[in-house]
């Protein structure tokens, strides 16, 4: 059935174009049944006596998707939130409205949220393993600066359920330095535990400490990556490019370190992603 075929492709490629993530199996065979309906009541190219047979089972649609190679993906980020068009016009608005205005007096103000409890989604195995609950403590902190980071304002630490937007360009730097400073209390644990020779437990870090960690984070952060964030937003007019910078990430050996203290069991159960630049094999 070409025809009906052809029409269902047509109505999924334009819900791509629009980025409107409604696309099932259910959803498919329900407008399929709704097209249907329509070629039987209208001249169709296709045979009606099969058009009128057609039950839309899950082997069909099973068929269909193979046929068209659809396949079932993750939605990734918000950027079909917004139109680019609205978005490019805003940063326009923005560029004039900042214009007259000296980089140092110039703002920004957002929030992140730091999920401290939580556990990563992938890790490297040889065999596959089974995941874990999603832990939702988190602590939502505000971050402010200058365009030119001159001055960064003390961080404002928010008692909210709420899970705010995240700027990329400041709080993926941030994130690996609290990587860092996590695995440095890991190690710290391990090391009292081997002089102590009790049995290693490893213990979340107390509020106070993470409130901490969050502060010497954000203030350790270089001038370049706060102008870097501003000019990636395209809010404020550039006089002289800004260098991309390169983000840190968390050194091999202390990984290789906990290792050789037997911080690392059997099941890989780490809080966060830690990425190498360099080849090592544990």
């Not at 999924?12 to 407008?31: D, F, L, M, Y």
């Not at 296709?46 to 069909?60: E, I, K, M, N, V």
């Not at 990563?120 to 505000?142: D, F, H």
Request: glycine letters at 4%; one cysteine or more.
């Amino acid at each position: 059935l070409p025809q009906l075929e052809s029409q269902l492709m047509s109505w999924i490629r334009k819900c791509e174009e629009w980025k409107v993530p409604i696309v099932s199996g259910p959803t498919i065979r329900a407008k399929a049944i709704a097209l249907c309906d329509e070629m039987l009541s209208s001249p169709s190219h296709d045979d009606p006596t099969r058009l009128a047979a057609l039950t839309f089972s899950h082997g069909w649609l099973y068929r269909f998707q193979q046929r068209h190679d659809l396949k079932s993906r993750r939605v990734y980020g918000e950027a079909a939130s917004a139109s680019e068009q609205v978005v490019n016009e805003g940063r326009l608005r923005l560029r004039d409205v900042t214009r007259g205005y000296e980089k140092r007096n110039i703002y920004n103000l957002d929030e992140t949220a730091y999920f401290y409890c939580s556990s990563q989604t992938k890790t490297i195995c040889t065999l596959s393993m089974p995941g874990r609950k999603k832990v939702k403590k988190r602590i939502t902190v505000a971050v402010t600066s200058n365009a030119d980071g001159s001055c960064r304002w003390p961080l404002l630490f928010i008692g909210t359920a709420k899970q705010p937007r995240s700027d990329v360009a400041w709080i993926r730097p941030m994130k690996s330095q609290l990587r860092k400073m996590w695995i440095d209390s890991i190690r710290r644990q391990v090391k009292n535990s081997k002089s102590q020779n009790s049995t290693f437990k490893l213990q979340a870090p107390k509020r106070p400490t993470l409130v901490q960690w969050i502060t010497d984070a954000w203030f350790g952060l270089s001038e370049a990556i706060i102008t870097n964030g501003f000019a990636k937003c395209k809010i404020v007019h550039q006089d002289e490019a800004v260098d991309e910078t390169v983000e840190t990430t968390v050194p091999a050996d202390i990984l290789s370190g906990l290792v050789a203290n037997s911080a690392v069991d059997d099941t890989i159960d780490p809080t966060d992603d830690i990425e190498s630049t360099t080849n090592h094999e544990l």
